[in-house]
């Protein structure tokens, strides 16, 4: 049995406070978790979660990876933006149009989102967060789809998508031409065996070893958590389960 998406991490340098920020645009639930971390916990229980854990690496550019949160309306799509500039977030220019109706912000550790217009057809079967939405090559989002075991649901220029059979939020790449990675991400997936998984830890990591992953531990420590990397050059991490 494959890991499942656990959550979606952030390198944060005052991880409480962007979960609170998080927790406010989101309105998700607000959990302490070991080791410092906090996590929000998604209204689908089959959802991932998000983790804020602590991180000092400095901002270098634009992230790989952002949220594209959706709107019903024009009028729901004001409310979100306001609501996030009163938690704390702004406006940032990253080359966006003046014609291009969805708004782009930062979070309070800088970390760009947008919040998508009304109308979006792509993201109309997803929920809030829309799309975790990369940079990366056809490549990485083939190989996110068999490492999750979700179908690809875009697949076109290179341009690819993947949603759980389940639905919900989509993952997107974008293709070529893909920025050179500067420096650790702020965004990382976090996967884990289910409870209930017969095969076990090292088992997984043979497996995603063999879809183009890399390991990038030395095999020492409790071997609760492995550190890895996709593809692309990645981070993301595999634990077992509870």
């Not at 500039?85 to 550790?109: F, K, M, N, T, Y």
């Not at 990485?140 to 076109?156: N, T």
């Not at 998508?161 to 893909?178: D, E, F, M, N, R």
């Not at 884990?192 to 017969?198: E, G």
Request: aromatic residues 8%; glycine residues 12%.
């Amino acid at each position: 049995m494959s890991s499942r998406l656990s959550a979606i991490c952030f390198h944060a340098t005052e991880p409480s406070g962007l979960a609170r920020f998080w927790s406010g645009v989101l309105g998700w639930e607000l959990l302490d978790a070991p080791d410092d971390d906090v996590e929000l916990l998604p209204p689908d229980p089959a959802g991932f979660r998000l983790r804020f854990v602590p991180g000092q690496e400095p901002k270098r550019g634009q992230n790989r990876a952002h949220f594209d949160l959706t709107s019903s309306s024009a009028a729901e799509q004001r409310l979100t933006v306001a609501r996030a500039l009163e938690l704390g977030g702004r406006h940032i220019d990253v080359g966006q149009l003046p014609e291009e109706g969805h708004v782009v912000l930062a979070d309070p550790d800088g970390n760009e989102f947008c919040v998508i217009e009304a109308g979006n057809t792509f993201l109309a079967d997803t929920g809030f967060i829309g799309a975790l939405a990369c940079d990366g090559t056809q490549a990485v989002g083939y190989f996110w789809s068999e490492a999750l075991r979700w179908p690809l649901v875009w697949d076109q220029d290179e341009e690819t998508a993947i949603q759980s059979p389940h639905g919900g939020t989509k993952i997107t790449w974008g293709g070529p031409p893909v920025a050179p990675k500067t420096g650790v991400n702020r965004l990382y997936f976090e996967l884990a065996l289910p409870a209930d998984a017969d095969a076990d830890l090292e088992t997984e990591i043979d497996r995603l070893v063999s879809l183009g992953a890399k390991r990038t531990d030395t095999g020492e420590g409790d071997g609760t958590r492995v550190p890895m990397l996709d593809p692309d050059g990645n981070e993301f991490s595999v634990r077992r389960p509870g």
